[in-house]
DNA sequence: AGCATTAGCTAAGAGCATTAGCTTTAAGGC
DNA sequence: GCCTTAAAGCTAATGCTCTTAGCTAATGCT
């Protein structure tokens, strides 16, 4: 039995690697253990369990996508930082769809996850900064652009649109109405 | 062993008072059976396997959603359509959000719930007629109003909305996004 | 070098989906 | 009104999954 150097961060290297590859339906134990290169009970070693697995990658989705909205928002403000934010979220999904498909919804309390999606939030909130909305006015505006984005990703990660057309220019149209909305 | 009247849709009813009642993830072959009052291996004589039962279940709240959308856009065009349309997708949500939330993406070429999606999209086109858009557009228009009303269900449905501002204003928003950026 | 910690293992149990094969019910033709 | 037949239900059994328990061996620290 030599040592493997297993660690949470690579349990979930092996659950990512997993999921690109077959999906987010073949997310299982002995999947991860197998790539890992380890027994299936060893992965217990490392993480509570496979719902906290998932949460994991969840987080691990997160914080990608959230170091692609900073990088692609610098320098950027209004109009422009919104259209960057929206199509570097495009970006990551057309990127990584099954990843993206397999993270998880209904947030048990993990303390992390909830620290890197306010982060994420900071950074949608910092690119409305220029439309000069008011508090309550900027966390709606937050969620319609948060709303728009994450509902055209997933279905498109998960092969919702089934007609031929152009995605790109579909995508431009959703850009368009928010931000036209925003300036009102 | 007396007969107890069992159907595709008896099963595919069972199963959605089970994911009403206690989430998407109790969603099990026992739990269907128990709720049905049945044993388990009984549910193979009506559906195929948990994968169809979950597709059937998608097909379910596809139609339910139609029926919905189709009611609310009766005798109405325009941006009034569309704000009609927009607000049922959430009333449906608000009302089965687990329901909603259980809906299976990868979509296996199930005839059946491509119809019913054809069927929820031609009554989207239909409300989006009023503004003239030609045929791409027309595509393109439906995809972003699906895309929006869709990513605010799901975040909504699955608790992804951690702020305590007004979801209704927030969703109004999103609604005026849409009826602006359509009129261009 | 010695010792505690811990990463890994095997063995074992419970729950799940699924298949096979049997029994009984219900429906329809004579 | 029976008798055949299709199908709705059952029990038994298999294999996969997650998970726990308890052991062994490698590593790190002093």
Redesign the pocket.
């Known amino acids: ?6 660690s949470p961060d690579g349990v979930v290297d092996a659950a990512i690697t997993i999921v690109d590859a077959e999906g987010p339906a073949a997310l ?4 991860v253990a197998a790539q890992a290169g ?5 992965l ?3 993480v509570r ?3 906290e697995l998932r949460r994991l990658i969840t987080l691990r989705v997160v914080q990608e996508l959230t170091e692609r909205l900073g990088d692609a928002v610098l320098g950027r403000s209004g109009d422009d930082a919104v259209r960057a934010i929206m199509r570097a979220y495009r970006s990551y999904v057309v990127d990584h769809p099954a990843r993206y498909a397999a993270m998880d919804q209904a947030p048990d309390p993990e303390p992390r996850l909830e620290a890197a999606s306010d982060r994420l939030l900071g950074i949608i909130l910092a690119a409305l900064r220029a439309y000069e909305l008011d508090g309550s006015d900027l966390v709606h505006a937050a969620r319609a652009l948060r709303s728009s984005a994450h509902g055209f990703a997933i279905l498109e990660a998960s092969g919702g649109f089934g007609l031929p057309e152009d995605l790109e220019t579909s995508y431009e149209l959703l850009i368009t109405m928010v931000t036209g909305g925003l300036r009102r």
């Open positions: 039995m030599p040592r493997v150097g297993l299982t134990l002995s999947a380890v027994a299936t009970p060893s217990y070693k490392h369990n496979l719902a």
